[in-house]
C-alpha cells in the first residue's frame, strides 16, 4: 500500500510541477499582452490628443504674448486722458483675453496653467502699481511709466513663456 502511495506520487509530483510552470508562464504572457494592448491604446489616444495639446500651448503662447507690457500698451490705447479709465481697460482686456482661453487648462499641465496665471497676475499688478505712482497723472504718462518700469526687466509672461517651451519639448 505505501508503495502504490509512493508511486502515484512518482506520477503526480512531475505533473504538478509542469502544471506550475505553464500557470506561471501562461500568467506572463498574459501581462505582458495586457500591458502591450494598453501600450498601444495609449500610443493611440495621444495620437490624437497630441495636436489638440500644442494647440492649447500655442494659444497660451500667444496669450502670453498679447499681455506683455510692451505689447499690450501698443495695442490697447487710451479713449480719454484719465488713468484710472486707462488702467481698467488694460485690465479689462488682459482678463478678457484670459477668460477667451479659459479651456485650454483642460490641455495643459496644472503647473503651467497656474504658471500663465500667475504671469496675468503680475501684470494686473504691475499695471495698478504703475498707476499709484504719484507721478503718474495721465494715460499717456502712465504707459510711459510702464514701458520705463519695464526697461531692463523681463515680463511676467516671459517666464511663462520659457516653462511652455521646456514643457512642449518634454512632449517628444
Not at 500568467?27 to 493611440?44: D, G, Q, V
Not at 495620437?47 to 497660451?60: N, V
Not at 490697447?76 to 488702467?87: F, Q
Not at 496675468?120 to 497723472?137: C, E, G, P, Y
Request: hydrophobic share 40%; glycine share 2%; proline share 3%.
Amino acid at each position: 500500500m505505501d508503495l502504490d502511495i509512493l508511486g502515484l506520487l512518482l506520477y503526480c509530483i512531475p505533473a504538478l510541477v509542469t502544471g506550475a510552470i505553464a500557470f506561471l508562464f501562461f500568467k506572463e504572457h498574459i501581462e505582458n499582452e495586457n500591458n502591450r494592448r494598453e501600450f498601444m491604446i495609449k500610443k493611440e489616444l495621444q495620437k490624437d490628443s497630441l495636436p489638440l495639446r500644442l494647440q492649447a500651448y500655442e494659444r497660451l503662447s500667444l496669450y502670453l504674448e498679447r499681455i506683455k507690457p510692451s505689447k499690450l500698451l501698443i495695442r490697447v490705447t487710451p479713449t480719454s486722458s484719465n488713468k484710472e479709465d486707462y488702467e481698467t481697460l488694460l485690465i479689462a482686456n488682459i482678463e478678457q483675453e484670459f477668460d477667451h482661453n479659459l479651456a485650454q487648462q483642460i490641455y495643459v499641465t496644472d503647473k503651467c496653467w497656474s504658471i500663465a496665471s500667475t504671469a496675468k497676475n503680475a501684470t494686473i499688478q504691475m499695471i495698478r502699481k504703475a498707476n499709484l505712482s504719484d507721478k503718474v497723472d495721465s494715460a499717456d504718462k502712465l504707459r510711459e511709466t510702464i514701458l520705463t518700469d519695464m526697461a531692463g526687466k523681463r515680463a511676467p509672461s516671459d517666464a511663462a513663456l520659457s516653462f511652455i517651451k521646456e514643457e512642449v519639448s518634454e512632449l517628444w
